[in-house]
């Protein structure tokens, strides 16, 4: 391994290498984004480096003056740009923001409503993710392949038979919206608290492009910042609901899933949420017209995109069947190799098959939209793709062809100031 300051050399290497490799591939990750400048240069402040336990004011540890202020500021942008009651930029995931809900909502044995691993549900939902740590009985709502969505009769059926104290919407391959104005009266009848994970669909939300959670009924609204909000790794929670449910929601989350929350990133959140206010509404708009414009053109490729019925996808994500064409593990692990970064993803009716053999993949296009990518570039991505997999081109023609329509679109968009996306930011010196 050679001796330790080759070694802490080696690491950097690495880090140049994998920038490289994104600044030259497509990347289709429905789940990954990419941050300002502004947001990165918050990733390496002091506020990295410090302990703020609990809520602004109420602090175990000196030195936090400033930083009550950027957290207080934080919260009162995201209560601004979602019109949300309540908010708390704390959670370092979606999965902790998750955890911190579960923690704040449910005791031990409550019955929970969640979506189908096999309609997209998250893992944080499943069994033996999250909602089975904290031992809640779980139960599914039934998913419909044909409209790509919750099957609102059966959740109805489903609610009224089980009474949960929690009924959860959101998904990780997340479509069309969930059925919350359907389910309404449902939710009324049997008491249940809303729960809507807005992982996938926060930036989405933001910019006003999917349906408005808070506004249909959920009270309590978590989510991931790094997905279609493009911010950092980290997470959220919003709520629209009386003081007393907040306050077991925050307790949830401190002290009962965080102990210290990241505070570099938290601002980095922050600086994202003023981006957004300014330029979320064209993004998120721009997301979904090049999700639809990459939908239709694989389609007339001949490739099985989910969703036929109503336009494919009103979202980033599209969903597409490969099984005829190797299954979703080869596809994607090909595509790999061209320079074509995507999931393999679980479809509906894929019950008894294991999430490592799946028969669909699973497109995001919120990066490549951020790049500056437009219609003509998901035509000719659907294009790439479709010859990878059918057509007898070597990986090296594809990934070259891929790499020079990437190196076109280096600029992050939709932030205030410029950056080269995939550069990397050489910051030690006199190594
Ligand atoms: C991604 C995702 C999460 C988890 O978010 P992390 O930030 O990866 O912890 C939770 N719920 C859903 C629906 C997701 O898609």
């Given at each position: 391994m050679g001796n330790p300051r080759e070694s802490a050399l080696k690491i950097r290497d690495m880090a140049r290498r994998h920038n490289r490799l994104f600044g030259d591939s497509i990347p289709l990750i429905a789940s990954e984004n990419i941050m300002s400048p502004l947001a990165m240069e918050m990733l390496l402040t002091d506020f990295g480096s410090r302990y703020a336990e609990g809520l602004p004011h109420q602090r175990y540890y000196q030195g936090n003056q400033i930083v009550d202020e950027m957290e207080e500021y934080a919260t009162e942008l995201l209560r601004r740009l979602f019109g949300s009651r309540f908010a708390d930029p704390r959670p370092i995931s979606g999965t902790v923001a998750n955890m911190g809900v579960i923690y704040g909502l449910t005791k031990v044995g409550d019955p929970i409503t969640v979506p189908d691993l096999s309609g997209g549900g998250h893992i944080s939902a499943a069994k033996f993710g999250a909602v089975g740590f904290r031992g809640l009985d779980a139960s599914p709502y039934p998913f419909d392949p044909d409209t790509m969505s919750i099957d609102p009769d059966g959740a109805r059926k489903l609610i009224l038979e089980k009474k949960p104290k929690v009924a959860l919407f959101g998904q990780s391959v997340f479509l069309f919206p969930a059925p919350l104005k359907e389910l309404s009266d449902t939710f009324q009848e049997v008491g249940c608290r809303v729960w809507y994970d807005a992982a996938h669909v926060l930036g989405l939300i933001a910019g006003g492009k999917f349906q408005d959670p808070l506004r249909e009924g959920a009270e309590i609204v978590s989510g991931s910042t790094h997905k279609t909000f493009p911010g950092p790794q980290h997470?959220?929670?919003?709520?629209?609901?009386?003081?007393?449910?907040?306050?077991?929601?925050?307790?949830?989350?401190?002290?009962?899933?965080?102990?210290?929350?990241?505070?570099?990133?938290?601002?980095?959140?922050?600086?994202?949420?003023?981006?957004?206010?300014?330029?979320?509404?064209?993004?998120?708009?721009?997301?979904?017209?090049?999700?639809?414009?990459?939908?239709?053109?694989?389609?007339?490729?001949?490739?099985?995109?989910?969703?036929?019925?109503?336009?494919?996808?009103?979202?980033?994500?599209?969903?597409?069947?490969v099984s005829e064409m190797g299954g979703g593990k080869e596809v994607a692990e090909k595509l790999e190799r061209c320079g074509i970064i995507l999931n393999k993803n679980l479809l509906p009716g894929d019950q008894g098959k294991k999430s490592q053999d799946p028969s669909g993949i699973r497109i995001g296009v919120q990066e490549i939209t951020r790049l500056g990518m437009g219609k003509s570039e998901m035509k000719e991505i659907a294009s790439l793709i479709h010859r990878a997999i059918t057509k007898n081109v070597t990986d090296r023609e594809i990934s070259e062809s891929a790499a020079g329509l990437k190196r076109q679109f280096p600029e992050v968009r939709y932030c205030f100031g410029k950056l080269h996306a995939y550069e990397y930011p050489e910051f030690a010196k006199g190594i």
């Amino acid at each position: 391994m050679g001796n330790p300051r080759e070694s802490a050399l080696k690491i950097r290497d690495m880090a140049r290498r994998h920038n490289r490799l994104f600044g030259d591939s497509i990347p289709l990750i429905a789940s990954e984004n990419i941050m300002s400048p502004l947001a990165m240069e918050m990733l390496l402040t002091d506020f990295g480096s410090r302990y703020a336990e609990g809520l602004p004011h109420q602090r175990y540890y000196q030195g936090n003056q400033i930083v009550d202020e950027m957290e207080e500021y934080a919260t009162e942008l995201l209560r601004r740009l979602f019109g949300s009651r309540f908010a708390d930029p704390r959670p370092i995931s979606g999965t902790v923001a998750n955890m911190g809900v579960i923690y704040g909502l449910t005791k031990v044995g409550d019955p929970i409503t969640v979506p189908d691993l096999s309609g997209g549900g998250h893992i944080s939902a499943a069994k033996f993710g999250a909602v089975g740590f904290r031992g809640l009985d779980a139960s599914p709502y039934p998913f419909d392949p044909d409209t790509m969505s919750i099957d609102p009769d059966g959740a109805r059926k489903l609610i009224l038979e089980k009474k949960p104290k929690v009924a959860l919407f959101g998904q990780s391959v997340f479509l069309f919206p969930a059925p919350l104005k359907e389910l309404s009266d449902t939710f009324q009848e049997v008491g249940c608290r809303v729960w809507y994970d807005a992982a996938h669909v926060l930036g989405l939300i933001a910019g006003g492009k999917f349906q408005d959670p808070l506004r249909e009924g959920a009270e309590i609204v978590s989510g991931s910042t790094h997905k279609t909000f493009p911010g950092p790794q980290h997470g959220v929670v919003l709520g629209q609901s009386d003081e007393t449910v907040w306050k077991h929601v925050q307790r949830g989350l401190f002290p009962g899933v965080l102990s210290n929350h990241h505070l570099n990133t938290m601002a980095a959140l922050a600086v994202t949420t003023a981006e957004e206010m300014e330029f979320g509404r064209k993004y998120a708009s721009d997301i979904v017209d090049n999700a639809q414009a990459l939908a239709e053109e694989l389609h007339s490729l001949g490739f099985r995109v989910l969703g036929e019925k109503r336009g494919f996808t009103e979202s980033h994500t599209i969903a597409a069947d490969v099984s005829e064409m190797g299954g979703g593990k080869e596809v994607a692990e090909k595509l790999e190799r061209c320079g074509i970064i995507l999931n393999k993803n679980l479809l509906p009716g894929d019950q008894g098959k294991k999430s490592q053999d799946p028969s669909g993949i699973r497109i995001g296009v919120q990066e490549i939209t951020r790049l500056g990518m437009g219609k003509s570039e998901m035509k000719e991505i659907a294009s790439l793709i479709h010859r990878a997999i059918t057509k007898n081109v070597t990986d090296r023609e594809i990934s070259e062809s891929a790499a020079g329509l990437k190196r076109q679109f280096p600029e992050v968009r939709y932030c205030f100031g410029k950056l080269h996306a995939y550069e990397y930011p050489e910051f030690a010196k006199g190594i």
